[in-house]
């Protein structure tokens, strides 16, 4: 029987089947359960795990930084992705900034022209 066809039959067992097909081949159901939740518990620590490497992948992607296999932990490798994030949004931030004390000088300017042109009148006489 495939894999396919034994995981369909499984499926449609109820658990009360299950239960006596365990007992009727002579195994502990304790022991079935726990070695049953032990193998999910890998198998989803491997799909995380893939999660993960996708993620990261894509992170450096972003970054424009290399996805290159490098000699040290996946750990490592997410701190420097982290860091060169945290130095671009810094570096955007700052710019902001710039730009935005840049537009406030802008401000302060048209204000005190126009302030000038209201004392002094258009043709720069004196307004009375």
């Known amino acids: 029987m495939s894999n396919d066809a034994e995981v369909d039959?499984?499926?449609?067992l109820s658990d009360e089947e299950?239960?006596?097909e365990i007992k009727e081949r002579g195994l502990d159901p304790k022991?079935?359960?726990?070695r049953g939740r032990a193998a999910f518990r890998r198998a989803l620590?491997?799909?995380d795990a893939d999660d993960v490497q996708e993620d990261l992948?894509?992170?450096?992607?972003a970054?424009?930084?290399s996805g290159h296999a490098r000699?040290?932990?996946?750990?490592?490798?997410?701190?420097?992705?982290?860091?060169e994030m945290k130095l671009q949004l810094g570096e955007r931030s700052?710019?902001?900034r710039q730009l935005s004390i840049a537009n406030g000088m802008i401000d302060e300017l048209k204000k005190s022209a126009e302030a000038s042109v209201t004392l002094t009148g258009k043709d720069g006489s004196a307004a009375s």
């Open 9 to 12: 039959r499984i499926m449609s």
């Open 18 to 20: 299950i239960l006596a």
């Open 31 to 34: 022991e079935v359960a726990d």
């Open 45 to 47: 620590a491997q799909v």
């Open 57 to 61: 992948r894509q992170m450096l992607e």
């Open 63 to 65: 970054l424009g930084m």
């Open 71 to 83: 000699p040290y932990s996946p750990h490592r490798v997410f701190q420097e992705a982290l860091t």
């Open 94 to 96: 700052f710019l902001r």
